[in-house]
């Protein structure tokens, strides 16, 4: 060992750097041990198929942090991940050695047999058989339903960062011997006399001042603590970690031959005595022996902090990845430092921030390390200090600097010559093509179909959705509810690789995977709403090739389906995806008979099937006659127009999606009358067909006042009048009671009229009715009903008296109010007029 530094040497075996994995204190110390032992070789705790991998960490454009990702070749799905960020020990030894032309290698247990392991524990999770422990946090999980649902005896791999898994159940003071494993920060925190083991590691490690004479100190330190700690404990029957251990002593065994001892070994802490431990060669191979094993392929993946703490599923250990890389990036005053990023987070939010609170905040937080008795301030006295400073003692904004500092949002990248699924690579592609960058912080993306790059994004975001990779999510747009406009929420997260990864199977390029996922699940689909839901997607997805399979599976299950209530809740959906020909240029014309006659079935099914129904089944129904009509209003206008603005320039003069089609309006009409009439008919769907008749023009407000009052009338059971009353007037319809005061005052006579001992069945329906208007409109009904209804009749009349309001409408003062109308809703003018109209 090239090494003269105290406490090291030549002859004194390999260099044992024990670390905390995610530490930015142990990654200083480790950086500062290589530089002072200029070893040879650098073994480093990870999954020895990477070392390929390894030069790609100095290439300009890895940005850490990343991941290692490891996945079965014949089953994607089944993956795991080793996280680095900037102030891993693993990554500042990668680095040190590909700066200082010195070999690095992976040590630990291949991902061939991680990933065997992971599949074993699956198995035996369904078999009831005993699960093995989990590794350490840089031995991850593999994806299986094992690792979402951790329970107390097969914990996840979220770990403690000293080497060894987190306790997170039982105390770190069980008896040797036992199942449970020890948290070996929180032991030694308790015999120092503290109660937070963060707060102690911080104080011994993070807050170790710099220039130490003895570089090698405190390895040696936690060496001899976490061998004490083994011998108290001992590894509490979990093979997994002698398996590893006794993998990783082969290895550097193997480095000794070859370097003799100008060996450093950087790995979690809990394991370096076992590999200073002297054993057989024959006894650890007897422990690798028949070990099971799958084919594996690993690359570099882009991570963030998020998914670096404890809080998220695929955690590595630690609660405050910002917190820490800003302690390791910081070069001094860190505190004076994360104050000014705090009051620039703050600023950035719109509150009132100074330099005097950022002066008054630092010097809190060295107040109240000094009377804890600590060496420099933590993040808990830079919390408490930004509490009662900058937040006034709210913890609202708090949560902010949590999120977003505490934890954060960086996302890592990787080089494009990082090994790749060819999926994955025409991902990428049509990424930097559509200028769309993956990012971690959620956002925002509003997109303009009538432009040829806003609908090339919209086609790959809604590929990818049907290829189950979750990267955006559709939201409600603003200001326009056209068609040809789409909102989505963006948010890229790490273990999307993997499903890029899982859906390689079905294509090398985005179109063809989604072409071939769209087809096998039309075929596999297990109902006919599924294919109709498929349809729509294909059409969002502009998928020309998959579709004729879809429509052929749509056409023979609507075929073979006569249950009315599939029939009316598939139309709604396939009647929706009609609209996307005008603004995508798609062909939907065999979408459009197929529509046409999914809707003669339900108007033949519909009142048959209606009758005899109970409570929730009416209600169901009820739903169905909802959507129905309001698919058959899309579906039968004939001039293809009535949707808003939903046509790119030169694709409105062709006919409208229910082209051949208007007479089903009149034949839906004919149907609601036939429900409205029938006595075998619930009174919930009677008074919705009652409803939807009036609002389409068919009923005058005369008949529907007679149609009422012959339901609310002595001889209706209270029952059945109340369900009638709910299906009228539910869902919005107390604006009809309102400005018609003939229909209120046939409720309320009705209402004042009924027996006291059926009031109480029927006020639950009463008050369900009710309550889901808005609040002006539950107190305009209170307050007419106050006055007595009937009285006055018409708004009109209401208004007359009002001083300052006129009797009529006056349209000159309405057109001034249209400006402003369309800069508040972000319209156009075509928009405008359509709406005013």
Same mark, same amino acid.
């Given at each position: 060992?090239?090494?003269?530094?105290?406490?090291?040497?030549?002859?004194?075996?390999?260099?044992?750097?024990?670390?905390?994995?995610?530490?930015?204190?142990?990654?200083?110390?480790?950086?500062?041990?290589?530089?002072?032992?200029?070893?040879?070789?650098?073994?480093?705790?990870?999954?020895?198929?990477?070392?390929?991998?390894?030069?790609?960490?100095?290439?300009?454009?890895?940005?850490?942090?990343?991941?290692?990702?490891?996945?079965?070749?014949?089953?994607?799905?089944?993956?795991?991940?080793?996280?680095?960020?900037?102030?891993?020990?693993?990554?500042?030894?990668?680095?040190?050695?590909?700066?200082?032309?010195?070999?690095?290698?992976?040590?630990?247990?291949?991902?061939?047999?991680?990933?065997?392991?992971?599949?074993?524990?699956?198995?035996?999770?369904?078999?009831?058989?005993?699960?093995?422990?989990?590794?350490?946090?840089?031995?991850?999980?593999?994806?299986?339903?094992?690792?979402?649902?951790?329970?107390?005896?097969?914990?996840?791999?979220?770990?403690?960062?000293?080497?060894?898994?987190?306790?997170?159940?039982?105390?770190?003071?069980?008896?040797?011997?036992?199942?449970?494993?020890?948290?070996?920060?929180?032991?030694?925190?308790?015999?120092?006399?503290?109660?937070?083991?963060?707060?102690?590691?911080?104080?011994?490690?993070?807050?170790?001042?710099?220039?130490?004479?003895?570089?090698?100190?405190?390895?040696?330190?936690?060496?001899?603590?976490?061998?004490?700690?083994?011998?108290?404990?001992?590894?509490?029957?979990?093979?997994?970690?002698?398996?590893?251990?006794?993998?990783?002593?082969?290895?550097?065994?193997?480095?000794?031959?070859?370097?003799?001892?100008?060996?450093?070994?950087?790995?979690?802490?809990?394991?370096?005595?076992?590999?200073?431990?002297?054993?057989?060669?024959?006894?650890?191979?007897?422990?690798?022996?028949?070990?099971?094993?799958?084919?594996?392929?690993?690359?570099?993946?882009?991570?963030?902090?998020?998914?670096?703490?404890?809080?998220?599923?695929?955690?590595?250990?630690?609660?405050?990845?910002?917190?820490?890389?800003?302690?390791?990036?910081?070069?001094?005053?860190?505190?004076?430092?994360?104050?000014?990023?705090?009051?620039?987070?703050?600023?950035?939010?719109?509150?009132?921030?100074?330099?005097?609170?950022?002066?008054?905040?630092?010097?809190?937080?060295?107040?109240?390390?000094?009377?804890?008795?600590?060496?420099?301030?933590?993040?808990?006295?830079?919390?408490?200090?930004?509490?009662?400073?900058?937040?006034?003692?709210?913890?609202?904004?708090?949560?902010?600097?949590?999120?977003?500092?505490?934890?954060?949002?960086?996302?890592?990248?990787?080089?494009?010559?990082?090994?790749?699924?060819?999926?994955?690579?025409?991902?990428?592609?049509?990424?930097?093509?559509?200028?769309?960058?993956?990012?971690?912080?959620?956002?925002?993306?509003?997109?303009?179909?009538?432009?040829?790059?806003?609908?090339?994004?919209?086609?790959?975001?809604?590929?990818?959705?049907?290829?189950?990779?979750?990267?955006?999510?559709?939201?409600?747009?603003?200001?326009?509810?056209?068609?040809?406009?789409?909102?989505?929420?963006?948010?890229?997260?790490?273990?999307?690789?993997?499903?890029?990864?899982?859906?390689?199977?079905?294509?090398?390029?985005?179109?063809?995977?989604?072409?071939?996922?769209?087809?096998?699940?039309?075929?596999?689909?297990?109902?006919?709403?599924?294919?109709?839901?498929?349809?729509?997607?294909?059409?969002?997805?502009?998928?020309?090739?998959?579709?004729?399979?879809?429509?052929?599976?749509?056409?023979?299950?609507?075929?073979?389906?006569?249950?009315?209530?599939?029939?009316?809740?598939?139309?709604?959906?396939?009647?929706?995806?009609?609209?996307?020909?005008?603004?995508?240029?798609?062909?939907?014309?065999?979408?459009?008979?197929?529509?046409?006659?999914?809707?003669?079935?339900?108007?033949?099914?519909?009142?048959?099937?209606?009758?005899?129904?109970?409570?929730?089944?009416?209600?169901?129904?009820?739903?169905?006659?909802?959507?129905?009509?309001?698919?058959?209003?899309? +579906?039968?206008?004939?001039? @293809? *127009?009535?949707?808003? #603005?939903?046509? =790119?320039?030169?694709? !409105?003069?062709?006919? /409208?999606? %229910?082209?051949?089609?208007?007479?089903?309006?009149?034949?839906?009409?004919?149907?609601?009358?036939?429900?409205?009439?029938?006595?075998?008919?619930?009174?919930?769907?009677?008074?919705?067909?009652?409803?939807?008749?009036?609002?389409?023009?068919?009923?005058?407000?005369?008949?529907?006042?007679?149609?009422?009052? +012959?339901?609310?009338?002595? @001889? *209706?059971?209270?029952? #059945?009048?109340? =369900?009638?009353?709910? !299906?009228?007037?539910? /869902?919005? %319809?107390?604006?009809?009671?309102?400005?018609?005061?003939?229909?209120?005052?046939?409720?309320?006579?009705?209402?004042?009229?009924?027996?006291?001992?059926?009031?109480?069945?029927?006020?639950?329906?009463?008050?369900?009715?009710?309550?889901?208007?808005?609040?002006?409109?539950?107190?305009?009904?209170?307050?007419?009903?106050?006055?007595?209804? @009937?009285?006055?009749?018409?708004?009109?009349?209401?208004?007359?008296?009002?001083?300052?309001? /006129?009797?009529?409408?006056?349209?000159?003062?309405?057109?001034?109010?249209?400006?402003?109308?369309?800069?508040?809703?972000?319209?156009?003018?075509?928009?405008?007029?359509?709406?005013?109209?």
């Amino acid at each position: 060992m090239a090494g003269t530094e105290e406490g090291w040497g030549r002859g004194a075996g390999p260099l044992l750097l024990g670390v905390r994995h995610h530490g930015p204190g142990s990654a200083r110390a480790v950086r500062a041990a290589l530089d002072a032992a200029r070893p040879r070789v650098v073994l480093i705790e990870g999954p020895p198929e990477a070392d390929a991998l390894i030069p790609l960490a100095a290439d300009e454009d890895m940005r850490p942090p990343v991941a290692l990702l490891a996945h079965a070749v014949d089953e994607p799905g089944r993956s795991a991940f080793w996280p680095l960020a900037e102030f891993s020990p693993e990554w500042v030894a990668i680095r040190w050695a590909l700066e200082n032309e010195v070999p690095a290698r992976f040590i630990d247990l291949p991902a061939t047999h991680t990933l065997a392991w992971g599949k074993d524990d699956a198995e035996g999770e369904l078999t009831g058989e005993e699960q093995p422990p989990d590794p350490t946090d840089e031995t991850p999980t593999a994806e299986t339903p094992t690792a979402e649902t951790p329970t107390a005896e097969t914990p996840t791999a979220e770990t403690s960062t000293a080497g060894t898994p987190s306790s997170e159940s039982p105390s770190a003071a069980e008896p040797s011997g036992t199942d449970i494993r020890v948290d070996p920060l929180a032991v030694l925190a308790e015999a120092a006399g503290y109660d937070d083991p963060e707060r102690w590691w911080e104080d011994v490690v993070e807050h170790r001042g710099v220039g130490e004479r003895d570089a090698f100190a405190p390895f040696a330190a936690l060496e001899e603590a976490m061998g004490a700690l083994r011998e108290t404990y001992g590894v509490g029957g979990h093979d997994r970690d002698l398996v590893r251990e006794a993998y990783m002593r082969l290895q550097v065994r193997v480095a000794q031959r070859e370097f003799k001892d100008d060996v450093a070994v950087v790995c979690g802490a809990w394991h370096v005595p076992a590999l200073r431990q002297k054993t057989a060669v024959a006894a650890d191979r007897a422990l690798l022996k028949g070990l099971p094993k799958v084919k594996a392929d690993l690359t570099w993946v882009p991570w963030t902090h998020r998914r670096l703490s404890r809080a998220s599923g695929y955690g590595a250990g630690i609660d405050s990845p910002g917190w820490y890389g800003h302690l390791f990036g910081a070069p001094d005053r860190p505190v004076e430092r994360w104050m000014t990023k705090v009051a620039g987070l703050f600023r950035e939010e719109d509150r009132i921030i100074s330099p005097a609170h950022v002066i008054e905040a630092v010097r809190l937080a060295e107040t109240l390390a000094v009377m804890r008795g600590r060496p420099l301030p933590g993040l808990g006295e830079t919390t408490d200090a930004v509490r009662a400073v900058m937040c006034e003692g709210s913890d609202v904004p708090l949560a902010l600097v949590r999120d977003r500092l505490v934890v954060g949002d960086v996302l890592g990248e990787v080089p494009p010559g990082a090994p790749a699924v060819p999926l994955q690579r025409d991902l990428d592609r049509l990424q930097r093509r559509l200028r769309i960058k993956p990012e971690a912080l959620e956002r925002e993306l509003e997109l303009d179909l009538r432009k040829e790059t806003d609908a090339g994004r919209s086609r790959l975001l809604h590929r990818l959705r049907l290829l189950r990779i979750e990267w955006g999510e559709p939201a409600a747009s603003r200001g326009s509810t056209g068609t040809f406009r789409e909102t989505w929420r963006l948010r890229w997260e790490p273990e999307l690789a993997v499903r890029v990864a899982e859906a390689g199977v079905w294509g090398t390029t985005v179109l063809a995977a989604t072409t071939a996922k769209a087809e096998a699940d039309a075929i596999g689909a297990q109902s006919l709403a599924d294919v109709t839901a498929l349809a729509e997607h294909c059409l969002l997805a502009e998928l020309p090739d998959a579709l004729p399979v879809v429509m052929k599976v749509l056409a023979d299950r609507a075929a073979l389906d006569t249950d009315v209530g599939h029939l009316a809740q598939a139309l709604p959906a396939l009647v929706r995806s009609l609209r996307y020909g005008d603004v995508r240029g798609t062909d939907t014309g065999a979408l459009t008979e197929v529509a046409a006659g999914l809707a003669e079935r339900v108007f033949v099914g519909l009142p048959p099937a209606c009758a005899a129904l109970d409570t929730d089944a009416a209600e169901e129904m009820r739903r169905h006659v909802d959507a129905v009509h309001g698919a058959v209003a899309l +579906l039968g206008d004939a001039s @293809g *127009t009535g949707h808003g #603005d939903t046509s =790119a320039p030169g694709q !409105g003069d062709g006919p /409208g999606p %229910g082209h051949g089609h208007g007479d089903l309006r009149d034949r839906w009409r004919a149907v609601l009358r036939t429900l409205s009439a029938r006595d075998t008919v619930p009174g919930v769907i009677r008074g919705r067909a009652v409803r939807l008749l009036l609002d389409e023009g068919e009923l005058g407000p005369d008949e529907a006042a007679r149609l009422m009052g +012959l339901v609310l009338s002595p @001889g *209706t059971p209270p029952a #059945d009048a109340a =369900a009638w009353i709910e !299906g009228f007037v539910g /869902g919005g %319809g107390g604006l009809l009671l309102v400005h018609d005061e003939r229909l209120l005052a046939l409720v309320d006579a009705w209402l004042t009229g009924v027996p006291a001992e059926a009031f109480t069945d029927v006020l639950p329906l009463l008050r369900r009715t009710f309550s889901s208007y808005e609040p002006g409109v539950r107190r305009t009904l209170g307050e007419l009903v106050r006055r007595g209804p @009937g009285k006055q009749v018409g708004t009109a009349a209401t208004a007359a008296g009002i001083p300052g309001f /006129g009797a009529e409408l006056d349209a000159g003062r309405a057109d001034a109010v249209v400006p402003v109308l369309r800069l508040l809703l972000g319209l156009d003018d075509n928009e405008l007029v359509g709406v005013a109209g």
